[in-house]
């Protein structure tokens, strides 16, 4: 990452640590954080936002802690929204910092308030996949976050081992909700074609392709309810998905 947005990432989380807040990073800085491969020179992209996510009990001191930094905040969007999202700027850098309250909603709503205390530092990788994987109109840097979080961690059944995605976590989420399985499992089999696009070694493509196949078998192979059931009748002749606000991206940066 750019080192002014290193620096001020690590101010956020030092400044958390010190008050006894819950966050936890999102977006293109958590898989920077994540993965090395994130700097692999075909999946390098610029990060110029920070997100992340907290619990409700955490919010208003957190606010706090921002303005102290110096980040002002979007006065009317924090009042309107404040039970679940704020927006700070940060202006000698023209960025956004963008704080989720325990839930992360833009195509899909996911509640993560249980899932917190998984890693220390980031999102877990599954929940880290899921805010990219939802994205309806997915693009380039969301694909190469997605490859580089496939390429660097292998697949599992729990959250035992936080180096690792937690597939049956995931396919879970699928198997309620007919729209989360068309999003992701489409954007999935997005990314397995995007990746033969990239300057990027055969043993390096052959891994990702590999893991992104056996996260698709997983949730493929996991029993649906009869609610996703019933939905998946309908598919796509009625719209599955939310548009998030203009100042809400399309997903965490």
């Not at 009990?57 to 009317?76: N, Q, T, Y």
């Not at 679940?84 to 989720?100: P, S, Y």
């Not at 995605?165 to 198997?175: F, G, H, P, R, T």
């Not at 489409?186 to 074609?193: A, K, S």
């Amino acid at each position: 990452m750019d080192e002014d947005i290193l620096k001020a990432t690590d101010q956020i989380m030092e400044g958390a640590r010190q008050r006894g807040l819950t966050v936890r990073l999102l977006g293109g800085a958590a898989v920077r954080f994540r993965c090395p491969s994130a700097s692999h020179r075909s999946l390098n992209r610029k990060v110029p936002d920070i997100d992340i996510i907290t619990l409700r009990k955490d919010a208003k001191k957190l606010s706090e802690m921002f303005i102290e930094f110096g980040l002002e905040p979007m006065k009317m969007f924090n009042a309107l929204h404040g039970d679940k999202r704020m927006l700070f700027t940060e202006v000698k850098f023209d960025r956004q910092v963008d704080v989720f309250v325990e839930t992360f909603e833009m195509c899909h709503k996911f509640d993560f308030r249980g899932r917190l205390k998984l890693d220390e530092v980031t999102l877990s990788l599954a929940d880290l996949l899921i805010t990219k994987l939802q994205i309806i109109r997915i693009n380039e840097k969301d694909y190469k976050d997605i490859l580089s979080l496939f390429l660097d961690h292998a697949l599992s059944e729990d959250d035992s081992d936080k180096e690792k995605i937690n597939a049956a976590y995931i396919a879970s989420l699928c198997a309620k909700d007919w729209g989360i399985w068309r999003t992701l499992t489409r954007n999935l089999e997005w990314t397995r074609d995007f990746v033969q696009k990239l300057d990027m070694e055969s043993d390096k493509r052959e891994t990702v392709v590999s893991r992104i196949n056996g996260l698709i078998a997983r949730i493929e192979n996991e029993p649906k309810n009869l609610s996703w059931k019933m939905r998946s009748k309908v598919g796509e002749r009625v719209v599955w998905y939310d548009e998030p606000d203009d100042v809400g991206k399309l997903t965490a940066g």
